[in-house]
Structure formats: structure tokens, C-alpha cells
């Protein structure tokens, strides 16, 4: 039976494409065979799954023009993603009853983060930033539009749509900040008119789900009480041990030293760390290659050491976290020998920084998602590009938590 997903803070896509599915990624991000529909050389073209996307929205129109090109190939429609802030849309449904569809079976949404990173001012519910990104004129008493509270409105589409499921993702800087996970918790489960029980906040990092990158955030899941069938709610709730009912996904790569913090590696069934070598190996250099994704990179010279993205991707092991970013921080696709270049290999090519197609591809975006272009009705800059991306929930990451979703659903709850 397909399931109904309402998607917010969607950005260009990245969770809503992990949930869809029917996308190609490379081979050795997927260790699931059951996963693959097909094969071309080193990709896999990834399973649909169950869910269906009904609704998107982010405040930005260079995130619409992005996922829209995208998905229209998939034949959905732009007019359900709505550019727009997740506060005005509330307002709005609280007028007119009719902004958000019904029988909705699934929400996802990755609210803002900027004021939980540990690379930001890390002001979290005292945001001086407005839900529309506008600074505020003081934030000693702030109010529940500011960006740190976005999560209050998310809260507030769950307790209108009624979800069996709904999936928050933030930074894990978040889990540093005295009090703030609890208090995001507890807010969760006390939304008005239904009772959710959301599990234990975690700390995933995608390298262990085939991306080749270190990147760690914290995700929320939430499950609507009333639909769940008495035995999972009896082990979810902690009543009794059952791992057959934990909805997070088994990791299916071990990461490189230092990062890794397990002996799972020495399991057969997991596979070795998807490398950014790996990644990246058959791409052209920008000016060889028609792909205007690929050519867009930053120009911008190397600043040092000390500061922020000034560095050069770890070519044999996770690139760095890629960040939403000005082109500027970008990191480097490698460095000369006289700025501390460490790939010998490469030691007579040019220095430069990543180009917007190969932050894409250690995302695990497809190669056919375009993200630079300049066409009448979809007009997306480099920097605005690298942006997207950065701030994206990576495809084969969202695709390990849907199909663990998707193979737990009817275990999980009652039939409606």
C-alpha cells in the first residue's frame, strides 16, 4: 500500500529523493542487493519505494527550480512544492483548512540549523534571525517565528496532518547545547489532540550508509500512539527489548580509522567505507567536461590554514562535511605541494577547489540532477548550488531510513 509523505524545509531534495527512490547512485554505496533494479557499469538504479511525496515547501525558489527540474521526470508536479515559510503556511492553513493535503502517512523535515552548528553563533532558541531569514531587532524574548524555533512549526504541522511517522533532522551540534534535545523532545511528544512517542534522538553518520563523506547529524523520529499495534508500542516504549522494532537503520559500511568506533567491521556483511577516490574517480577535470554543474566551481584563492575550508579533501578516505557554504570555504579538490598538497598522484594538476557537480556526487545526488543553470524558468547560480547541497540530508542515507521504515511499516502499525 503507498504511503503519503508531506515533506518541509525540503530544500532541493535530498531526503525527498532517499524516500522516493528510483535513483542512480554507485555501486558501492549500496550493500543490499534487494535495494537494485538495475545496473550500468559501477551504478545501481535504486528500488521505488512505498512513499509517495504530496507536499514540499521551502522558502528558497532555487530550491523549487532544483527539485522540480528533478522530479518532473518522475512525474510529479512543481505546483505541491510551495515556496513559502513554514509560519505563513501554518497561518494560512489556520484560516483556510486546505494548505496541507489530508491522509498524510509520513512527514520529514530538516529545520534550520544554523543556530545549533558548532560553526555558527550557536544562539538555538534565541535565534536573532526571523523564519523568513530577516534579522531581528533583539532577541532577549524571542518569539516562536524566529529560525531557532522553527521546529515549533513543524510540531504544529504534525498535530494538523496526523502522521503514523515523522522524521527530524538537525545538526549534531545540537546534542552539545545543555537541555535543547530533551526540550525538542518532550515538545514532540506533546502535540495537541494525539500522542506521539518519539524515540531516542541519535547521532548517525552517513559514512556508515555508503556516503562518502563524514557527516554526522541528529535525527528525531516520532510515532503516532494510537496507530501502532500493541507489541511495537510495548518495545518501542521500552516495556520489552525487541532490535527487530528499531527503526533506525543497521549501518551497512564501517568507516576508516580514526572515525570508527566499532568492531562491526569484522562482520561479514559490512562493507568497507565508500571512499571519496571511489567517488569521484571518472569524473573529467571541470574544463573538459559539459556538465555545467561540473564546470561551476569557486575561484576563490587559498587563505591559509586557519581558515574555514581551506584544506584538501581526504582523497582515500570520507571528504570533510560539505558544508552550505559560500564558494569561498569550499574545500579544496587538492592542494599544490607549497600549501601542503598531500595527493602525490596529482602533484602536476591544478590546484582548485571542489566544483558544485563533485560536492553533489559526495552527497550521493545523482549525476543527473542538475543543480547550475540558466534557463528561462530555472536560473540557479554556483554559489546558490553549493548552498542547496551542502544544506541537503544526503539521498543514500534518507534512502537507508525509508526502506527500514518501509520494511517495519506493517509490524509497526494497525491497519487503517
Not at 535530498?14 to 559501477?42: C, E, T, Y
Request: with cysteine; hydrophobic share 35%.
Amino acid at each position: 500500500m503507498r504511503k503519503r509523505l508531506l515533506s518541509l524545509f525540503s530544500g532541493c531534495g535530498g531526503m525527498d529523493l532517499g524516500f522516493h527512490g528510483d535513483f542512480w547512485v554507485h555501486q558501492r554505496s549500496i550493500a543490499n542487493p534487494d535495494w537494485i533494479q538495475s545496473n550500468s557499469k559501477q551504478n545501481v538504479l535504486l528500488n521505488r519505494t512505498d512513499f509517495d511525496i504530496v507536499f514540499a515547501n521551502d522558502i528558497l525558489k532555487s530550491a523549487k527550480d532544483a527539485w522540480s527540474h528533478y522530479f518532473k521526470s518522475h512525474s510529479i508536479s512543481s505546483d505541491i512544492f510551495k515556496v513559502d515559510s513554514i509560519v505563513n503556511l501554518v497561518i494560512q492553513h489556520r484560516k483556510t483548512k486546505n494548505t496541507f493535503p489530508e491522509n498524510i502517512d509520513i512527514v520529514t523535515g530538516g529545520f534550520p540549523c544554523q543556530d545549533f552548528s558548532i560553526a555558527g553563533k550557536r544562539l538555538a532558541f534565541k535565534s536573532h534571525k526571523s523564519h523568513e531569514g530577516e534579522s531581528m531587532a533583539s532577541y532577549e524574548n524571542p518569539k516562536t517565528e524566529n529560525r531557532g524555533e522553527l521546529y515549533m512549526w513543524m510540531r504544529e504541522v504534525v498535530s494538523i496532518v496526523k502522521p503514523k511517522v515523522f522524521i527530524a533532522e538537525n545538526v549534531k551540534g545540537m546534542n552539545s547545547i545543555p537541555t535543547i534535545v530533551d526540550t525538542i523532545k518532550k515538545d514532540f511528544e506533546s502535540i495537541e489532540g494525539e500522542e506521539y512517542l518519539v524515540l531516542s534522538p541519535k547521532i548517525i553518520h552517513a559514512g556508515n550508509y555508503g556516503v562518502p563523506q563524514s557527516r554526522e547529524r541528529l535525527f528525531f523520529i516520532g510515532l503516532k500512539v494510537s496507530a501502532l499495534k500493541e507489541e511495537a508500542l510495548n518495545s518501542l516504549s521500552g516495556m520489552i527489548e525487541k532490535e527487530e522494532y528499531d527503526l533506525y537503520p543497521p549501518i551497512s559500511h564501517y568507516l576508516p580509522l580514526p572515525e570508527r568506533k566499532t568492531t562491526l567491521f569484522q562482520k561479514n556483511n559490512i562493507l568497507k567505507f565508500f571512499s571519496t577516490k571511489e567517488a569521484l574517480i571518472n569524473l573529467l577535470e571541470p574544463w573538459q567536461s559539459n556538465d555545467l554543474s561540473h564546470k561551476a566551481r569557486s575561484k576563490a584563492k587559498y587563505y591559509g590554514k586557519k581558515v574555514q575550508g581551506q584544506i584538501e579533501i581526504n582523497i582515500n578516505g570520507l571528504s570533510p562535511t560539505i558544508r552550505a557554504e559560500h564558494h569561498g570555504n569550499i574545500e579544496f579538490r587538492r592542494l599544490n605541494k607549497k600549501n601542503g598538497g598531500r595527493i602525490i598522484e596529482e602533484r602536476g594538476l591544478h590546484q582548485r577547489r571542489l566544483t558544485v557537480r563533485e560536492c553533489a556526487r559526495l552527497q550521493t545526488f545523482p549525476d543527473d540532477y542538475e543543480f547550475v543553470c540558466n534557463r528561462t524558468n530555472f536560473n540557479i547560480s554556483m554559489s546558490e548550488a553549493y548552498k542547496l547541497i551542502g544544506n541537503a540530508v544526503p539521498p543514500v542515507l534518507a534512502f537507508n531510513i525509508a526502506m527500514r521504515i518501509q520494511e517495519l511499516w506493517p509490524k509497526l502499525f494497525l491497519v487503517d
